[in-house]
């Protein structure tokens, strides 16, 4: 019988950089292929992987997308398979990729050609609709994540294994939960982002931005929501709406394009009729003129980047700094050397290269669109799998031990090129 080997390549014991090497019936298949972004430094890339057959990519997010272009240096290269809205949301994240690290002066091993390239070499896959590669067999499931986001299931000669990228169990405003009605599963490859940690219940957080969005408007200030560009600022202007916020709202930043594309693309969100309607009633802030007005007047907000690490909300800052009666709002996890988790624990940030001290008041929401430990230890027993891989966190090895230990199964953290795992 033929075998199905399984590599991690990297992000085996750290969130970022994504990358699994799936060999079978004489393909080589890349599940993911990521790279890390380091606040202050130059972007990490996994180590290269030769001779692809195909990728198999999960969401556009780009420490799972990031490093695909570097498949393509020679102007050949493999195939991509993703659903629709994952090409379109690669295109914005990957060209603003280049674009920043261009201001940053960090180097990036790919430029627009590539890009173009990667772009072009997109197939178009259906959640719940087989296809092969070769003798592989794949099917995608909606992974409840972004939209589009896919888990990939793949069989060959009798073995079988399911990768979820990132993945979420809790419905939110714009997703489903994952789809778990998926075959029986050998070997579960899963990330494990939040292995010791749960979410807050999204109502009281969504009742909680409520207050903070209308207290900034009541004392005369303006209320600023710093979030990401693709899914989390449509979702907060949902909540606000679902919460009875009748107030205007303003876009900005890479979140207007990132609107626009999942607009287009609403059958992949959970209610396309309500997100078309939120989305009618939001702003975008097209020119300066409009962005320094809204900034000198009680407004609402919405904008990139989520980490404050560039962005209009710069620019919104430092306009409103000094102004104790507005608010910003951060809508989700703040890494480490990142100007917002600074912002969070010093009350400080650097803007323009000056240290300034922030008199707003600066929250911290969890709107995250990952799965909660509750979560994790949920789909390990729904997929019921022989083995599980946890990936994608940073206590992978832990989190093996307790699952080993939990469900009697066999659980392990593995990582780098050429340690692998035969089905």
Known sequence: ?????????????????????????????????????????????PPPVEDVDAVLLTHAHLDHSGAIPTLFKNGRGPAIYGIDVTREYSDILLSDAIKVAR???????????????????FRYVEYGVPFRIGEVEVIPFNAGHIPGSAMYYLSY??????????????ETRLMPRADLDIPRV??????????????????????????????????????????????????????????????????????????DITEAFADRVKDPDYLRYVSRGIRRVNGWNLRKRIASSRSVILTTSGMLEGGPVHFYIKRLKDDPNSSLTLTGYQIQGTEGRRLLEEGKMTLDDEEVRVEMRVTQLNFSAHASRRNLLELIREISPKTVIPMHGDATDRFAEEISERYGISAFSIGGLGEEVTI
């Open 103 to 121: 201001i940053r002066g960090h180097s990036i091993p790919f430029g627009m050609r590539e890009v173009r390239t990667t772009l072009s070499r």
């Open 1 to 45: 019988m033929g075998r199905m080997t399984v590599q991690v390549v990297s992000g085996y014991d750290e969130v970022g950089k994504s990358a699994v090497l799936v060999e079978a019936g004489g393909k080589r298949i890349l599940l993911d292929y990521g790279m890390k972004l380091v606040p202050k430094q130059e972007p990490v890339f």
């Open 186 to 259: 050998d070997l579960l490859v899963m990330e494990s982002t939040y292995a010791y940690r749960e979410h807050p219940e999204r109502s009281g957080q969504e009742q909680l931005l409520r207050n903070l969005v209308e207290d900034a408007l009541k004392r005369g200030g303006s209320a600023v929501v710093a979030g990401f560009a693709i899914g989390r600022l449509v979702e907060v202007a949902m909540a606000l709406r679902s919460r009875g916020f009748r107030g205007p709202l303003f876009l900005d930043g890479m979140a207007k394009r990132g609107l």
């Open 157 to 170: 000669d009798g073995r079988s294994m399911l990768y979820t990228g990132d993945f979420n169990l809790t």
